[in-house]
């Protein structure tokens, strides 16, 4: 099974950087399809830490290809601080790929970004602030600025004049400064300099390594429930994180994708504003977050968090056609007496079959919980499922069987070597 897709299933920060970097460890490439540096992924091995916003989870393996394809938004100087910070621990970086068509996040898509998100008062949407929503707007405007045109010295000038001229105009809507073009372009030309050995066409490489039936691992970033279509619109980001993000945002045919892994978090987060129909504002909720040290990688925000919802999971599902859940940080939950999972979703006094789509209705829904008795013990020594306690097997068991998709994978701590594997077919 050469290519895999990597999804998250609720609203992000599930452990996909975790699950990514333990399956990469048989790939030959990685791939971010979506997104860009409003991902926070976290990577460790052997206790060291690595937070991952652009570059693919892969890239910590040696002779893995790393690859960030046309659907992402790619902020230079993240990537370049990013790579100069992996080369400082000693991490060899040649092996990055990057799309010639891939959007580049300008300075005025971060400011407006935030402008225009505090302008929005009691409404606002909470985004990372990284530019990524002005950066995809412009990509629709059919204004943007591709890699390519980045290192093409004249392309670049003319089109970084022509944008600056109307962005500027949009800043100063919100009594922000305007930017000054000589600046921005000796920024970004020496931004383009250094970027220009990774830059190729990373459809034609992917299709290359599918034709020679080389592994491929697709990392979603953000998750379903902040999809744009698929998520609690307008809490949402701006791409498609589902698994059919992947053929558009990588140009690999639908039908080349072999399996697709939905990450669960054993329980809920979410960063941001936006319905969250099992969160608890309660001393349940605080120590979810204290056990869980529940707090943004990008911004540092105190997450919300909440019981997992398994009817979420179950949209999940249905829309990135799951093979396998990895359930992540079971071991945050080692020291609960009862566990919670919502199973349904109940309005106006009956079941809901569907995610409502209205946010006024998810707002209302009532959660349907059944309860769990927890395991009480730490399970982050364990490696085999049979060896897990009863009571996180029962959990388990009933998640796979309300949300309808087998367990794959369990992980028990942030380390690569944490990991339970259950389905043999991996990769
Ligand atoms: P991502 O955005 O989906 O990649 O997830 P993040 O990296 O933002 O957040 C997940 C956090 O949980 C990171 O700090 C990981 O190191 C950590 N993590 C992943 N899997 C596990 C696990 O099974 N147990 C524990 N305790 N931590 C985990
Ligand atoms: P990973 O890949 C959690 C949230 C933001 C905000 C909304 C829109 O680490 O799981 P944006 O900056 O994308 O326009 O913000 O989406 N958000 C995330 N929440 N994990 C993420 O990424 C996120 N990326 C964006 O908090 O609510
Ligand atoms: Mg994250």
């Given at each position: 099974m050469p290519t895999i897709v990597v999804t998250g299933t609720?609203?992000?920060?599930?452990?996909k950087g975790k699950v990514v970097d333990y399956l990469a460890q048989k790939a030959d490439t990685v791939v971010r399809y979506q997104g860009g540096s409003n991902a926070g992924h976290t990577v460790v091995v052997a206790g060291e830490e690595y937070k991952l916003?652009?570059?693919?989870?892969?890239?910590?393996?040696?002779?893995t290809v790393n690859v960030i394809a046309n659907g992402v938004v790619v902020d230079p100087e993240v990537m370049i601080q990013e790579m100069d910070a992996l080369i400082a621990r000693g991490?060899?970086?040649?092996?990055i790929r990057l799309s010639n068509r891939a959007h580049v996040v300008l300075p005025y898509h971060r400011m407006l970004d935030g402008l225009s998100d505090e302008a929005r008062?009691?409404?606002?949407?909470?985004?990372?602030?990284?530019g990524i929503g002005p950066c995809y707007m412009d990509k629709a405007r059919r204004i943007g600025i591709r890699v390519c045109d980045l290192i093409d010295t004249d392309e670049f000038r003319k089109r970084l004049k022509e944008n600056l001229e109307l962005k500027n105009k949009e800043l100063s809507l919100y009594g922000a400064e305007p930017l000054d073009y000589e600046k921005v372009l000796a920024e970004y030309e020496a931004y383009a300099e250094r970027l220009r050995p990774h830059v190729v066409d990373t459809i034609a490489l992917l299709n290359r390594e599918i034709a020679a039936n080389k592994k491929i691992l697709f990392e979603g970033a953000q998750a379903t429930m902040l999809d744009?279509?698929?998520?609690?619109y307008p809490y949402?980001?701006?791409?498609?994180?589902?698994?059919?993000g992947v053929p558009v945002g990588a140009?690999?045919?639908?039908?080349?994708?072999?399996k697709v892994i939905g990450i669960v978090k054993a329980y809920c987060t979410r960063v941001g504003e936006g319905p969250f129909?099992?969160?608890?504002?309660n001393e349940i909720g605080d120590k979810l977050r204290e056990a869980g040290h529940e707090?943004?990688?990008?911004?540092?925000r105190p997450r919300r968090t909440g019981w997992l919802d398994a009817p979420v999971v179950r949209y999940a599902g249905e829309l990135?056609?799951?093979?396998y859940m990895a359930i992540t940080?079971?071991?945050?939950?080692?020291?609960?007496d009862e566990i919670k999972m919502c199973v349904d979703y109940k309005y106006k006094g009956e079941i809901l079959k569907e995610i409502p789509a209205s946010l006024k209705v998810l707002a209302e829904v009532e959660p349907v919980y059944e309860t769990f008795e927890g395991w009480?013990?730490?399970?982050?020594?364990?490696?085999?499922?049979?060896?897990?306690?009863a009571n996180a097997k029962k959990y388990l068991e009933r998640m796979a069987e309300v949300v309808g998709v087998p367990v794959g994978i369990v992980s028990v701590?942030?380390?690569?070597?944490e990991t339970i594997i259950i389905a043999s077919d991996l990769f």
């Open positions: 609720q609203w992000g920060d599930e452990g916003r652009l570059l693919p989870s892969g890239v910590i393996h040696k002779n991490i060899d970086v040649s092996g008062g009691s409404g606002k949407i909470g985004t990372t602030k990284r744009i279509d698929y998520g609690t949402v980001t701006a791409s498609h994180p589902v698994s059919g140009g690999v045919a639908p039908r080349k994708i072999d129909p099992t969160e608890q504002l707090f943004g990688t990008v911004t540092g990135s056609g799951l093979d940080r079971l071991d945050i939950l080692d020291g609960f009480k013990t730490d399970i982050s020594g364990i490696r085999s499922y049979e060896d897990l306690p701590g942030p380390n690569r070597d």
